[in-house]
T-cell receptor
């Protein structure tokens, strides 16, 4: 089947605008993760959804960032009032469950966000 | 807090030769997992190899192997018979046992170039 799908692939927006990034995980995967990768950096955890449980939002950098996952499938990451420091690649990943090593992450190709 | 350090921002290897990428980590936990991920220009993160800290035997996946030195907290990746398709960013990551994969801690990466 298809892998993790993210859209758009690239997004250029003006400072102050809101943006929505979409992630379509692998069918049947209950866990979904959002990461941010700034230039020259590793991945920074943002938020994690597991089934119907309350999401782990501990990685969100500010209240301008929010995410939802509808019907346990598609997820949308929303950044309000974008700032230039929000420019990064936003990666989504899913896994069959959250049980660590026995359920490897499958990543999408990411959305490159550029805030001008 | 967990930290992962990759001290080589860039590495280069001749096709068919062997290269070793370095990674050190710091954790107060006794049980944890270690990973190497590959990120080609497509931006998709691909799991290369993983190691459970309680296993003394070094993990091997075809041309990829690790040298896991638990006392030294070192986890290097060896790529044998390097191929042009191995050119990518390589990220080392760690995760405490029992944690969700949202708790993956990544290093800043090593850019590997393969010369024909």
């Amino acid at each position: 089947g298809a892998g993790v799908s993210q859209s758009p692939s690239n997004k250029v927006t003006e400072k102050g605008k809101d943006v929505e990034l979409r992630c379509d995980p692998i069918s049947g995967h209950t866990a979904l993760y959002w990461y941010r990768q700034s230039l020259g950096q590793g991945l920074e955890f943002l938020i994690y959804f597991q089934g119907n449980s309350a999401p782990d939002k501990s990685g969100l950098p500010s209240d301008r960032f929010s995410a939802e996952r509808t019907g346990g499938s598609v997820s949308t990451l929303t950044i309000q009032r974008t700032q230039q420091e929000d420019s990064a690649v936003y990666l989504c990943a899913s896994s069959f469950n959250s049980a660590g090593n026995n359920s490897p992450l499958h990543f999408g190709n990411g959305t490159r966000l550029t805030v001008t | 807090a967990q930290t992962v350090t990759q001290s080589q921002p860039e590495m280069s290897v001749q096709e068919a030769e062997t290269v070793t990428l370095s990674c050190t980590y710091d954790t107060s936990e006794s049980d944890y997992y270690l990973f190497w991920y590959k990120q080609p220009p497509s931006r998709q993160m691909i799991l290369v190899i993983r190691q459970e800290a309680y296993k003394q035997q070094n993990a091997t996946e075809n041309r990829f192997s690790v040298n896991f030195q638990k006392a030294a907290k070192s986890f290097s990746l060896k790529i044998s018979d390097s191929q042009l398709g191995d050119a990518a960013m390589y990220f080392c990551a760690s995760m405490n046992y029992g944690g969700s994969q949202g708790n993956l801690i990544f290093g800043k990466g090593t850019k590997l170039s393969v010369k024909p």
